[in-house]
């Protein structure tokens, strides 16, 4: 059996490099505008305003269209399918959501610091003792943004199917706190092959070929209805009947 042809790095125009120059030039210059404002709205607690700015406004920068179906509900705990960086930005922009992270993130000052801006929960999923600690960030992260965004796959996909749902991610989540809806979210890029980060690509080439393109990247998110009953008992079947969820929804394509 042959061995499949391992394609070669896509070339990056000039035109190209002139969009991704300048496409970082304002992400780094919307950055910089941000910040100021977001410590000074700190003191009135309306802080929560300039993440969604910054973060909506790197999806609009990179050519992101994001088209929404459904209503996405207060105080849920979203559970999205992931495909690409670009959704972080799109839910964002929607719903002002924090997220939760890999704790592999919070070993780097900078991001970690960014992230934090924007109450992101970092998952420690092989360290027990630090359960009941996450599980106070889940409910501060809710109850300061009214949204927290889990990505269940653990990783991205080609954006044609799902990955297993991994129930360890929402761990921090269960028992599900009082007063908190659980919302599938399926995120649907119109030309996902293109715009999926698998396989061997190097995170970096994927940010430069998304930021090279001149074409606008359309994506719809579909805010499913919410998760009840026997499907709340606990993260594992939370987990199941999200993934059940999405998939009935892909299949209506």
């Not at 698998?198 to 940010?207: A, K, M, R, Y």
């Not at 994506?219 to 009935?248: Q, V």
Request: net charge neutral; glycine share 8%.
């Amino acid at each position: 059996m042959a061995e499949a042809a391992v394609l070669p790095p896509t070339r990056t125009t000039p035109l190209g490099w002139l969009l991704i120059v300048s496409r970082v030039l304002l992400m780094v210059a919307l950055l910089l505008v941000c910040l100021p404002f977001y410590y000074i709205w700190r003191i009135l607690h309306l802080h929560r305003l300039w993440p969604r700015v910054f973060l909506g406004g790197v999806g609009l920068i990179s050519g992101l269209r994001v088209t929404v179906r459904g209503k996405h509900l207060p105080n849920a705990l979203l559970l999205a399918n992931h495909v690409s960086w670009l959704d972080i930005p799109a839910i964002a922009r929607v719903t002002g959501t924090a997220f939760v992270g890999h704790d592999g993130l919070a070993s780097m000052p900078l991001i970690k610091h960014l992230c934090s801006m924007n109450d992101t929960v970092f998952i420690a999923r092989y360290d027990l003792r630090s359960v009941a600690d996450q599980v106070g960030q889940v409910r501060f992260a809710i109850e300061d943004t009214g949204a927290l965004t889990i990505f269940p796959e653990g990783t991205t996909s080609d954006g044609a199917g799902l990955l297993p749902f991994k129930s360890s991610l929402l761990s921090a989540a269960d028992p599900l706190p009082e007063g908190v809806a659980v919302q599938p979210v399926l995120l649907e890029y119109g030309d996902a092959p293109e715009i999926a980060w698998v396989g061997e690509e190097h995170g970096l080439d994927n940010f430069k070929r998304l930021l090279a393109r001149l074409r606008p990247l359309q994506l719809t998110l579909h805010f499913l209805p919410e998760l009840t009953g026997e499907a709340l008992t606990n993260r594992k079947t939370i987990a199941a009947a999200a993934r059940e969820a999405l998939l009935a929804e892909m299949a209506k394509d």
